[in-house]
């Protein structure tokens, strides 16, 4: 049986140049980065709404499969959860780990200018017409009372001529997005999920948000929600940002989230910080309304995984109250998310580990990418506005791509 590498003497920059695509996992935070790379065991999570009890131990019982046999002192599980509960999650152990600190990410900007420029087309799905209709129907549903918040999402299908560079496509995204969290997990087909054969797809992406971190008792959540496109005008950037933090409608939205996520972590906690103001954050392309929650968990036995099952999905993604805002995606939306809006990460055998919310994304198979965006619907809203947001979440991708909006159109 393979013996996992835990290494920890490497620069953060080589292990971003060390990723493969087809059998490496790749995070990067703002505090460290983590290359997993092949396979020791897989983690059997089909179908798995309710049961994600089961799923907690079979993690915990493959975590301490890999202990015993000497795989890892502390062997973690790494990998990527849908949003929908009725489709399977990949987890893996991987069979090397190596660890380092952040990216520098000024070393890395004169490394890749080249740029890597497929030509591809385009299609949006649903349309933006259609996708207008989609926010009028969630705002009929709102005002009927059946909803506070629905959260609808679109996506662009590209196809090119010549195969994506997922790695070039992972290294911009990271250059471009220092403050975030890059990530890229394989999505293994039934095939080939026992073997370090190549996935089917990769799911890549640059996400703002972290659903939920835990070190020892420290648990950390920083739910976003209410955004604003940013623009390259100075002033006006700064005008856009002023605007979203003293909005009342993106205000109400991003309340109906943080009070979500609080109550969702008390029953875990012995404190819980939950600040009363939002702040601003942002990243290349986007303003956000922010709020850090910090507590001190009650059992050093909860582990970062339970507490992510516990708040996935968040109003943030999906809406409120919960079931009723998915069944209203699931009707309205034309298309399967897949792991957009879920979540990726990892968890190590002690509980400790780090969710990501899996947005500003992509679905990459060869020849062929399959991009996300999505905005929160509430009282206020307006068509108009949800689709140009959602054009603005877009451009995270589409710049490391090497395009621009304009495709859009």
């Known amino acids: 049986m393979m013996k996992t590498k835990t290494i920890s003497h490497v620069t953060a920059e080589q292990l971003l140049a060390e990723y493969k695509a087809g059998t490496s996992f790749f995070l990067a935070s703002p505090h460290k980065t983590l290359l997993a ?15 994600q009890m089961q799923i907690l131990e079979h993690v915990k019982k493959v975590l301490q499969d890999a202990k015993q046999h000497g795989i890892s002192d502390n062997p973690i599980v790494v990998g990527a959860i849908p949003f929908d509960h009725m489709y399977s999650a990949q987890l893996i152990v991987p069979s090397e780990v190596k660890w380092s600190g952040p990216l520098l990410f000024g070393q890395l900007n004169s490394q890749i200018e080249q740029n890597v420029t497929n030509e591809y087309e385009v299609k949006p799905v649903p349309s933006p017409q259609e996708y207008e209709n989609a926010v009028e129907q969630g705002l009929s549903r709102i005002k009927a009372g059946d909803l506070r918040k629905v959260v609808l999402s679109r996506s662009l299908h590209l ?69 604003a496109p940013r623009s390259e005008d100075p002033e ?47 990243t290349e392309t986007m303003w956000h309304l922010s709020t850090v929650i910090s507590g001190e968990l ?55 580990g780090e969710w990501i919310v899996t947005i500003r994304c992509a679905e990459v198979e060869d020849y062929s990418l399959r991009l996300f965006a999505g905005a929160g619907v509430v009282e206020g809203s307006t068509p108009e506005e949800e689709l140009a947001e959602t054009s603005a979440k877009f451009r995270t991708m589409l710049l490391a791509m090497g395009l621009n909006n304009d495709i859009l159109k």
């Not at 790379?37 to 049961?51: N, R, S």
């Not at 001529?161 to 790695?167: F, L």
């Not at 996935?312 to 409120?320: E, K, L, S």
Request: proline residues 6%; aromatic residues 6%.
């Open 298 to 352: 009650s059992s050093p036995s909860i582990t970062s995984l339970e507490l992510a099952f516990a708040l996935h999905p968040t109003p943030a993604v999906c809406g409120t109250p919960t079931q009723l805002a998915k069944k209203a995606i699931q009707e309205i939306e034309p298309f399967e998310r897949g792991f957009f809006t879920g979540m990726v990460g990892w968890c190590d055998g002690e509980g400790d």
């Open 236 to 282: 006006e950037d700064q005008r856009r940002a002023n605007a979203l933090l003293s909005s009342a409608k993106n205000r109400h939205e991003h309340a109906v989230v943080i009070e979500a996520v609080a109550n969702a972590l008390r029953p875990f906690c012995k404190t819980l910080n939950v600040p009363e103001e939002p702040s601003l954050i942002h």
């Open 37 to 51: 790379q092949g396979i020791f065991a897989t983690v059997p999570t089909d179908g798995y709404e309710h049961k």
């Open 159 to 227: 196809a090119s001529s010549e195969k994506v560079d997922i790695s070039h496509l992972l290294r911009k995204l990271a250059v471009h997005n220092p403050n975030g969290y890059t990530f890229a997990a394989e999505l293994l087909s039934e095939a080939n999920k026992a073997s370090e054969t190549k996935g089917s797809r990769t799911l890549l992406g640059a996400s703002p948000e972290l659903l939920v971190s835990k070190s020892g008792l420290q648990v950390i959540a920083n739910p976003l929600a209410g955004s």
